[in-house]
C-alpha cells in the first residue's frame, strides 16, 4: 500500500527551463555580460545537464558543478571571467533561480488531490539556497510534509545512501509504501530502482528510455499520476 510519495521538483512539478532562463538573463543583466546569441540559454542549459549528470555518477563534487559549468559557459562566449565572478554569478543564479516560479501543468491539481490521502516529500538533488527559495515562493513549502535536498543530506540522487535517510526520516523502511515521481531517468528512476520502490516517470516530451533503467509507470501529464495511484490502492 502506498503511504508516502516522493517528488522531484525541477522539471517535474516546476518549469526549470523557464525558470533558469529568467534568471541567467537576469544575471546577464546584473554583471553586465553582454552575450550576442539567441542560443545562449540553450547551450548553457545543455552544458549544465552534462554537469549534474556527472554529479550523479559521482565524477564531479557539487562545488564543480555548480562553478565549472559556467567557466565553460563564459569560455564558450569568451567572456573575460575570474574566479570572483563565477562564485558572486553563481550565487546570484542561485537566489534568482527561487525567485521565478513556473509550474508545470496540472502540478498544484494533483498535489492538492493527493494531500487527502497520502504523505507527501521533496526529495531534490538540486541546491539548497535554490531550492528554499523555490519551496518558499511556491508555496510548496506549506504543501510537502517533509523536504530533502541532498545537499543536506551529504549525498545525492540516485545513489541507494539517499533514500536511506528519507526512508528513516519518514520512519518507514518499507519500499512498498513508497513511489517517486520525476523527470531524469539518471536521478529519479534509477534512485527509484536503487531503493526498490516504485517509480512514475514524468515524460512530456515522449523521451526514449534507452537506459536500463526500468520504468514501472509513464506519463506525459502530471493529470494522470492520481489515477496511477489510485489504481495501485486498489490492486490494479
Not at 52 to 62: A, D, N, S
Not at 212 to 219: E, F, K, Q, W
Amino acid at each position: 500500500m502506498i503511504k508516502y510519495i516522493l517528488w522531484d521538483i525541477d522539471s517535474t512539478l516546476l518549469d526549470f527551463v523557464e525558470a533558469e532562463r529568467a534568471a541567467m538573463l537576469s544575471g546577464f543583466d546584473r554583471f553586465e555580460i553582454m552575450i550576442d546569441s539567441p542560443d545562449a540559454i540553450s547551450h548553457y542549459n545543455t552544458i549544465n545537464e552534462s554537469y549534474w549528470r556527472r554529479l550523479e555518477t559521482g565524477e564531479l563534487t557539487r562545488d564543480q558543478v555548480l562553478n565549472d559549468r559556467f567557466k565553460e559557459f563564459f569560455d564558450y562566449y569568451k567572456i573575460d571571467w575570474t574566479d570572483q565572478l563565477v562564485y558572486d554569478f553563481n550565487h546570484y543564479y542561485q537566489t534568482e533561480l527561487g525567485n521565478h516560479i513556473f509550474f508545470n501543468e496540472g502540478a498544484r491539481e494533483t498535489l492538492d488531490a493527493l494531500s487527502k490521502d497520502y504523505k507527501q516529500y521533496a526529495v531534490t538533488n538540486g541546491s539548497k539556497t535554490a531550492q528554499t527559495g523555490k519551496l518558499k515562493n511556491s508555496g510548496l513549502d506549506k504543501v510537502f510534509d517533509g523536504v530533502f535536498i541532498s545537499e543536506d543530506l551529504g549525498v545525492d540522487k540516485p545513489n541507494k545512501e539517499f533514500f536511506d535517510i528519507v526512508f528513516e526520516q519518514i520512519g518507514s523502511k518499507d519500499p512498498s509504501e513508497y513511489i517517486i515521481i520525476g523527470d531524469s531517468l539518471t536521478s529519479d528512476m534509477r534512485g527509484g530502482n536503487n531503493a526498490g520502490i516504485r517509480t512514475i516517470w514524468y515524460n512530456p516530451q515522449g523521451k526514449k528510455n534507452d537506459t536500463d533503467v526500468v520504468i514501472d509507470y509513464c506519463v506525459h501529464s502530471l493529470y494522470h499520476v492520481v489515477d496511477i495511484i489510485e489504481d495501485l490502492e486498489n490492486g490494479q
